[in-house]
């Protein structure tokens, strides 16, 4: 007899008004949560209530949850979780000094092949240590069409998880 394919899901996504974390940026200026792809729905502000015809989206911002936008799948958490680590250089996080993947920090170097190639192999690593429910699918790390800044590209889905994919895009990382 052959095996059935396993799906395992977080049982917390299926329910509506229990939030799982908080995303990313930790603030409630608008013109910042474009910046991160945080971009709610218009019919979402000021209603506070989640009916069963309402499709919950990332990073909704009501009455009801104050100035931080909250996120209520964990894939929408996993995107956040690897948007910090990515973005987060070792030694910054205080009592995890091996947590970040040194993006900012290289980025005074020469932009060559082998660094683009060091930063994946970074992002891999780092991925694979501290976020370990990830299974990161594909990472591009390319060099911008502006000078001397770097576009980054990830897609992955939960761990055992291969319908669910998402996709993160970090462009023009260099820009002061």
Not at 31 to 38: E, I, M, T, V
Not at 46 to 62: F, R, V
Not at 130 to 156: D, G
Request: proline content about 3%; overall charge positive.
């Amino acid at each position: 007899m052959r095996k059935r394919k396993e799906y395992r899901y977080n049982p917390i996504d299926f329910e509506k008004d229990v939030a799982i974390g908080l995303t990313l940026p930790l603030t409630n200026d608008s013109s910042a949560a474009y910046k991160f792809d945080l971009v709610p729905s218009a019919s979402a502000y000021g209603t506070g209530s989640l009916a069963d015809d309402e499709p919950i989206s990332s990073s909704i911002k009501s009455k009801t949850q104050g100035d931080f936008h909250l996120s209520y799948t964990t894939l929408e958490q996993a995107k956040t979780n690897l948007r910090n680590l990515v973005l987060t250089n070792r030694g910054e996080r205080v009592m995890h000094p091996e947590f970040g993947c040194d993006i900012w920090s290289s980025m005074f170097e020469n932009l060559t092949p082998s660094l683009l190639n060091r930063m994946k192999k970074q992002i891999y690593k780092q991925a694979n240590i501290w976020l370990s429910y990830i299974n990161l699918l594909n990472v591009i790390v390319e060099k911008s069409n502006q000078e001397n800044r770097v576009n980054i590209k990830i897609k992955f889905a939960l761990f055992n998880d291969s319908i669910n994919t998402e996709t993160i895009t970090i462009n023009n990382i260099g820009h002061l």
